[in-house]
């Protein structure tokens, strides 16, 4: 690492820069620079520990390894099978600590940073204790498995002073960062509609992951598992499918709508939605889960300084036997973006002045001398050359063979660390401006209601007047008819 004067002039200059920028993006952004609680450790790696090191706790480890000068030193896990694998997989020629308490882990003062990869019901209980011991901090998506509970982790991360990157990891691609320079540029005009989908048609894909053999109340902590979930007895597909219950996943929502909204708010730079839909099914799996595993959204994002008011649609279908396509459309009054982790087709169209007669049009149903008098008057007022439209351009971006948008957005993240600055690329506020209109689908579609929403202030709004439910104008009906 550099000398501790060169380090101390680099983050201030990088704080100082970010605190401008944050004043306009992010109302409610952290302090971006804390020197004496942003230390790391004296040999200069950063020394990290996985808390869950299930599929996604591997994959992690594994991409934060690419990066220079990090080390893995512990790992936490409740099932003991994982934390024999991960003794096997990365303690080789080391000594590593592994535990089923994640507390162990906290208290250790050779562990800079902790990665929490379990479920989500303990995300915000792991950050919260992890920043409060002096750990940065990189969470899983999303963020906070409810509504309510963003601000906590917010208020902690604000507090420590610690680095803190939430992991939607695709938003470190080089195609979405070609996308956020196209949209910046005003290359596609100004933005009115965003779809995007991810559809999924087997069983894996459906979260039906494999059951160790040896699963039992030995091998399996199942009452921490539990946590704040309701009490019940020990059930296998509870534990290792547990996506697919809602009181420890987010569902479809929050597992797969939060990368397609993530990927928005990076590229478009906007806040969030105000008002928020969403309807479902449970049409084909039907296992014992009690989320849909058909979801469909709308979104309605007010206009702001970086972007005019768009609809968005997101769609996650695991019954999709059809055709499947999963991209991000981002659709404005000058062509489109199309996208996915690894490359992007922009396509660029732009009407013409004139509108144009003839055709499917009225044109040939007036009169003769009426048809004569409209293309006197059309001439006039259109010159040739505002009938033309400019021809349509495409164009193609493929990220380089080894881009990798995992390993990059841990390098954000340890970057970061090292420079002692609290500004990631999905720091918790980003976080959880993506993770509330997700998690408030779930939310609309539980209590089949559309909710409001206060992108800035990052609160839930209970307007009685604006409700457009079929009941509440019924009441209203009700009551004028009274009067
Ligand atoms: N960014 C991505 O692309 C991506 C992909 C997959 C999963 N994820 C996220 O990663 C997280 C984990 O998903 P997964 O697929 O790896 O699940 P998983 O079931 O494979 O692994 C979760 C692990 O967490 C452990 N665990 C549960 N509670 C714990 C606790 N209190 N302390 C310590 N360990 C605990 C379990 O024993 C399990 O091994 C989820 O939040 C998920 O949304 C992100």
Redesign the pocket.
């Known amino acids: 690492m550099q000398s501790n004067r060169r380090t101390f002039i680099k983050s201030l200059s990088a704080a100082s820069a970010l605190v401008a920028t944050e004043s306009i993006a992010k109302p409610f952004g952290a302090p971006a620079y804390i020197p004496d609680l942003m230390k790391i450790s004296p040999n200069d790696k950063i020394r990290f520990a996985t ?10 480890t594994q991409s934060a390894l690419r990066n220079p000068d990090v080390e893995l030193v512990g790992c ?4 003991s099978g ?1 934390l024999e694998h991960a003794k096997t997989a990365y303690g080789k020629d080391k000594d590593l600590f592994i535990t ?3 507390r162990e882990i906290l208290a250790r003062p050779d562990v800079d940073a902790v990665l ?8 915000d ?2 950050t919260i204790a992890a920043l409060k011991a002096g750990k940065h901090v990189y ?4 963020m906070v498995q409810h509504l309510n509970e963003g601000k906590a982790v917010i208020e902690a991360w604000k507090k420590s002073g610690k680095t803190m990157q939430v ?4 938003i470190s691609s080089a195609a979405f960062k070609e996308a956020k320079r196209l949209v910046e540029a005003g290359d596609i005009g100004q933005i009115n509609y965003i779809e995007s989908n991810n559809d999924r048609f087997n069983a894996i894909g459906a979260w039906n ?1 494999s059951i160790p053999t040896d699963a039992s109340t030995q091998t ?2 199942w009452d ?2 539990l ?1 704040d979930a309701p009490k019940r007895p020990f059930d296998e597909k509870r ?5 697919n219950y809602k009181d420890y ?2 569902g479809v929502a ?2 797969l709508f ?2 397609l909204i993530t990927g928005v708010h990076f590229v478009t730079n906007t806040l969030g939605p105000t008002r928020i839909y969403s309807s479902g099914n449970l049409a084909y799996w039907k296992d014992g889960r009690d989320v849909p595993d058909i979801m469909a959204c709308i979104m309605d994002y007010p206009k702001t300084d970086q972007h005019e008011a768009f609809q968005m649609v997101l769609r996650v279908n695991f019954a999709n036997a059809g055709k499947i396509n999963d991209v991000t459309r981002i659709i404005g009054n000058e062509g489109q973006i199309e996208f996915s982790e690894n490359n992007l087709i922009m396509t660029k169209k732009k009407l013409p002045v004139a509108p144009g007669y003839g055709g499917y049009d009225s044109f040939f149903t007036f009169t003769e001398p009426v048809q004569q008098e409209f293309t006197k008057k059309y001439d006039a007022q259109y010159p040739p050359d505002t009938r033309k439209s400019e021809p349509v351009k495409e164009v193609r971006f493929e990220a380089p063979k080894n881009d990798d948008p ?1 390993a990059k957005h841990f390098a954000d993240f340890f970057d970061n660390v090292r420079r002692g600055s609290q500004g990631t690329v999905e720091d918790p506020v980003f976080g959880f401006r993506a993770a509330a209109p997700v998690l408030a689908c779930n939310e609309s579609y539980f209590e089949q209601k559309v909710v409001h929403w206060d992108p800035i202030t990052m609160t839930q709004q209970h307007p009685t007047t604006k409700s457009t439910s079929a009941e509440t104008v019924a009441k209203k009906k009700s009551a004028k008819k009274k009067t």
């Open positions: 808390i869950g090191m299930g599929i996604q706790g591997n994959f992690d936490a896990d409740l099932y994982r089923r308490d994640y929490i990869v379990t479920p989500d019901h303990w995300h209980h792991i969470c899983e998506k999303p992991g939607s990891q695709r992951y399996v902590d921490r598992f946590g534990f290792f499918r547990w996506r996943g987010t929050g597992d939060i990368h995992s």
